[in-house]
């Protein structure tokens, strides 16, 4: 019997390689911190599954399977986690409307990346960087090269970084990355910026005042959450994974995309993806007023 899809899962997207291996590995640890079930998606050519029974989502072959049953990825996962709730889809589709289809009813989606320099490699409208710049949820990117995270400590080991961008500061991301270091039981460093000089209103006038109004509700949701900030004016980016070099989590905010077709990362994110192979989560903001 085909059961019905669990809203608000964690999701990760498998292909059988290493990457997609490491996210999922990651998607079911963070599914255990949340509480919440794990879906393991894979977008499969058509005749190379069974044909099960047409989805509310169109005309497509879905076959989902119980953890133990032949899937080597949950089989591992429900080894690790045997309390964790897995399910496994495979889907006889193209690989972008699987997973656009499978954010639309998860709480976050992970996907896997080929990891720092080989970033460079890929094209704005390849899968990754398309999912992570149009889906509607956070989108956590792991590459086969990242770590679990240590306990946080004074190197910053353990921490959760937040980018944050005082010119432009939105909740959503500040909100996700406070979650994760209480989940966690981490630090949270905030890494911000702003763009000189002040005075010709590139930035906010008062830096201090924007941050503290920026992170105030969420710092007092969670007031064991110990906060680190750190200023940057330029090279955002560089400085991001300088701080994030001993992180568990990397979070970024993505602004709404401003064409229907643009996958709308920035310059900036990037940039850091380059450099880094921790997890990376980009968090959209809220999407802009109509």
Same mark, same amino acid.
């Given at each position: ?42 977008? !499969? ?38 309390? +964790? ?25 992970? +996907? ?24 509607? !949820?956070?989108?956590?990117? !792991? ?18 970084? +937040? ?63 110990? !906060? ?44 850091? +993806? ?17």
């Amino acid at each position: 019997m085909i059961r019905a899809i669990v809203k608000g899962a964690v999701v990760a997207g498998t292909d059988g390689s290493a990457e997609s291996l490491a996210a999922a590995d990651w998607a079911a640890d963070d599914a255990v911190r949340r509480g919440l079930p794990l879906r393991l998606v894979q977008a !499969v050519p058509p005749g190379h599954v069974r044909t099960g029974p047409v989805t509310s989502a169109g005309p497509r072959e879905r076959v989902p399977r119980p953890a133990g049953s032949a899937h080597p990825t949950a089989d591992e996962i429900g080894r690790r986690h045997p309390d +964790l709730s897995v399910t496994v889809d495979q889907i006889a589709e193209q690989v972008l409307p699987v997973l656009f289809s499978a954010a639309d009813s998860a709480e976050l989606m992970v +996907l896997g990346t080929r990891g720092a320099g080989a970033v460079q490699e890929l094209v704005l409208g390849s899968t990754t960087l398309t999912v992570a710049g149009r889906a509607p !949820v956070p989108v956590v990117l !792991v590459s086969a090269a990242s770590g679990t995270g240590a306990p946080s400590g004074a190197d910053g080991a353990g921490d959760v970084v +937040l980018g944050l961008d005082l010119a432009a500061p939105d909740g959503r991301p500040v909100e996700f990355a406070f979650a994760e270091a209480a989940r966690r039981g981490a630090r949270l460093r905030v890494v911000h910026g702003w763009s000189e000089p002040l005075r010709d209103g590139a930035g906010p006038d008062d830096p201090d005042q924007a941050l503290a109004a920026a992170l105030c509700p969420w710092a007092e949701k969670h007031p064991r959450t110990p !906060v680190v900030t750190e200023a940057v004016v330029a090279g955002a980016a560089a400085r991001l994974a300088a701080a994030a070099s001993h992180a568990a989590l990397l979070v970024l905010g993505r602004r709404p995309r401003t064409t229907p077709v643009s996958a709308h990362l920035g310059s900036t994110a990037h940039a850091v +993806l380059r450099r880094v192979t921790l997890p990376v989560a980009i968090v959209p903001h809220a999407p802009a007023a109509t």
